[in-house]
């Protein structure tokens, strides 16, 4: 007969860092994701918002307003690690762009890169609108 008291303890051994990785790799991408629909949700507000404005400056303003909004605690995103670009497209002058980058660095995932493979730590994410007004 063999002695069986230590193979669960074996198992664990064997089987435990593949499932610690795992789920880091699941806390990790749960992050990203969730910033990722963020951002591309403030930009789509943003752009939706500049569709009052009747002037350029005033669709900037307006786009950036809606942008510190969204970005006030208790966001995922800190509106200091978020850019914000905003223009006219350059094929049609009646389409409006906001577009957010964001370092995706700060949400500590980055120490994660050498364990499991992570996407590009920099969000960029754009939205469109057809302007309104006369």
Same mark, same amino acid.
């Given at each position: ?9 074996? *198992?664990?051994a ?12 699941? &806390? ?29 400056? *005033? ?19 800190? $509106? ?28 500590? &995932?980055?120490?994660? $890169? *050498? ?13 469109r ?6």
């Amino acid at each position: 007969m063999r002695c069986n008291a230590g193979a669960s303890a074996v *198992e664990f051994a064997l089987v435990s860092p593949i499932l610690i990785v795992m789920l880091f790799g699941i &806390i990790a991408y749960g992050l990203y994701f969730a910033a990722a629909h963020s951002l591309q949700q403030i930009a789509a507000e943003a752009a939706r918002a500049s569709v009052a404005g009747l002037s350029d400056a *005033e669709r900037r303003e307006l786009a950036r307003r809606s942008v510190s909004l969204a970005l006030a605690p208790p966001s995922l995103l800190r $509106a200091e690690h978020v850019t914000l670009q905003f223009g006219t497209d350059a094929a049609d002058p009646y389409v409006y762009i906001v577009s957010l980058s964001f370092d995706a660095r700060v949400l500590g &995932i980055a120490p994660l $890169a *050498e364990i499991i493979p992570v996407p590009n730590l920099v969000l960029t994410k754009s939205a469109r609108v057809r302007r309104g007004g006369l």
